[in-house]
């Protein structure tokens, strides 16, 4: 009991010695209801049914995943056929937010002055000066100064994705300006991950993917059906109008 409890959530909080008096307690208590024959209860042969199908039906999943475990030959092939899936890209990302035309008091840079910024910001990197002397305010300038790494396939929005990877290095572009903000984005360098790197990865993708496939084919083989009128959403009640209803000669 000890060992599957840390094989589940790691070392157990309490001592062996308080786990030991709860599972004493277990043996005693278990042992006085079959003393009062609650065995034999409805109530208690629903409960027990239902908990052997539950340890049934994970014993055979986990032989299922196990069963479902990709071959290195299979990660291998994966990631040769999906080369441009591990492709990355180190990249800048520039946010100006603006405030609003005629504002004074709102947050942000002025519209008038957001490009200018950036065009200064752009400036000072590319001759090695610090950009961030020219950023007086962390809320309506951010700035990757460091540039950060992102693979492409859901690191990024799609969006800012398509046109981030499209950058050649030292590239920038501006990926959005409209009224309340200025973004631009700057590639840096192109690399691609190795396979060691992400055979973990691909291996949980096709572990799920196979593991979904076989309880497919066993829900397919075990006959099993559901009643889909039993477990239709209830049907919608009328809604009430408070209109008076017209007469035909009213309507005439």
Do not use: C
Not at 185 to 206: A, F, T
């Amino acid at each position: 009991m000890v060992s599957e409890l840390e094989a589940q959530q790691g070392p157990a909080d309490l001592s062996r010695k308080a786990i030991g008096d709860n599972y004493a307690s277990l043996l005693m208590l278990a042992q006085q209801a079959v003393a009062n024959h609650l065995e034999s209860s409805p109530e208690v042969i629903r409960q027990l049914a239902l908990d052997r199908t539950q340890i049934l039906s994970n014993a055979e999943f986990a032989r299922l995943k196990q069963q479902a475990k990709p071959a290195p030959e299979e990660i291998s092939a994966y990631y040769n056929a999906h080369l441009a899936d591990y492709d990355t890209l180190q990249m800048r990302r520039l946010f100006i937010w603006k405030k609003p035309e005629g504002s004074k008091d709102a947050a942000g840079v002025s519209p008038q002055d957001a490009k200018p910024l950036a065009d200064a910001i752009r400036q000072a990197l590319a001759t090695g000066k610090d950009p961030g002397k020219l950023i007086h305010d962390n809320t309506s300038v951010v700035l990757d100064v460091q540039p950060l790494t992102f693979q492409r396939g859901g690191e990024l929005p799609h969006k800012m994705e398509e046109a981030a990877f499209a950058l050649k290095p030292g590239e920038w572009v501006v990926f959005e300006d409209s009224p309340s903000e200025l973004v631009l984005l700057q590639g840096v360098s192109r690399g691609r991950k190795d396979l060691k790197d992400v055979s973990s990865q691909i291996e949980k993708k096709l572990q799920a993917q196979k593991l979904k496939d076989e309880l497919a084919d066993v829900k397919k083989n075990a006959g099993i059906w559901m009643d889909e009128q039993y477990f239709a959403p209830p049907p919608q009640k009328p809604v009430a109008t408070t209109q008076p209803r017209i007469s035909a000669q009213e309507k005439q």
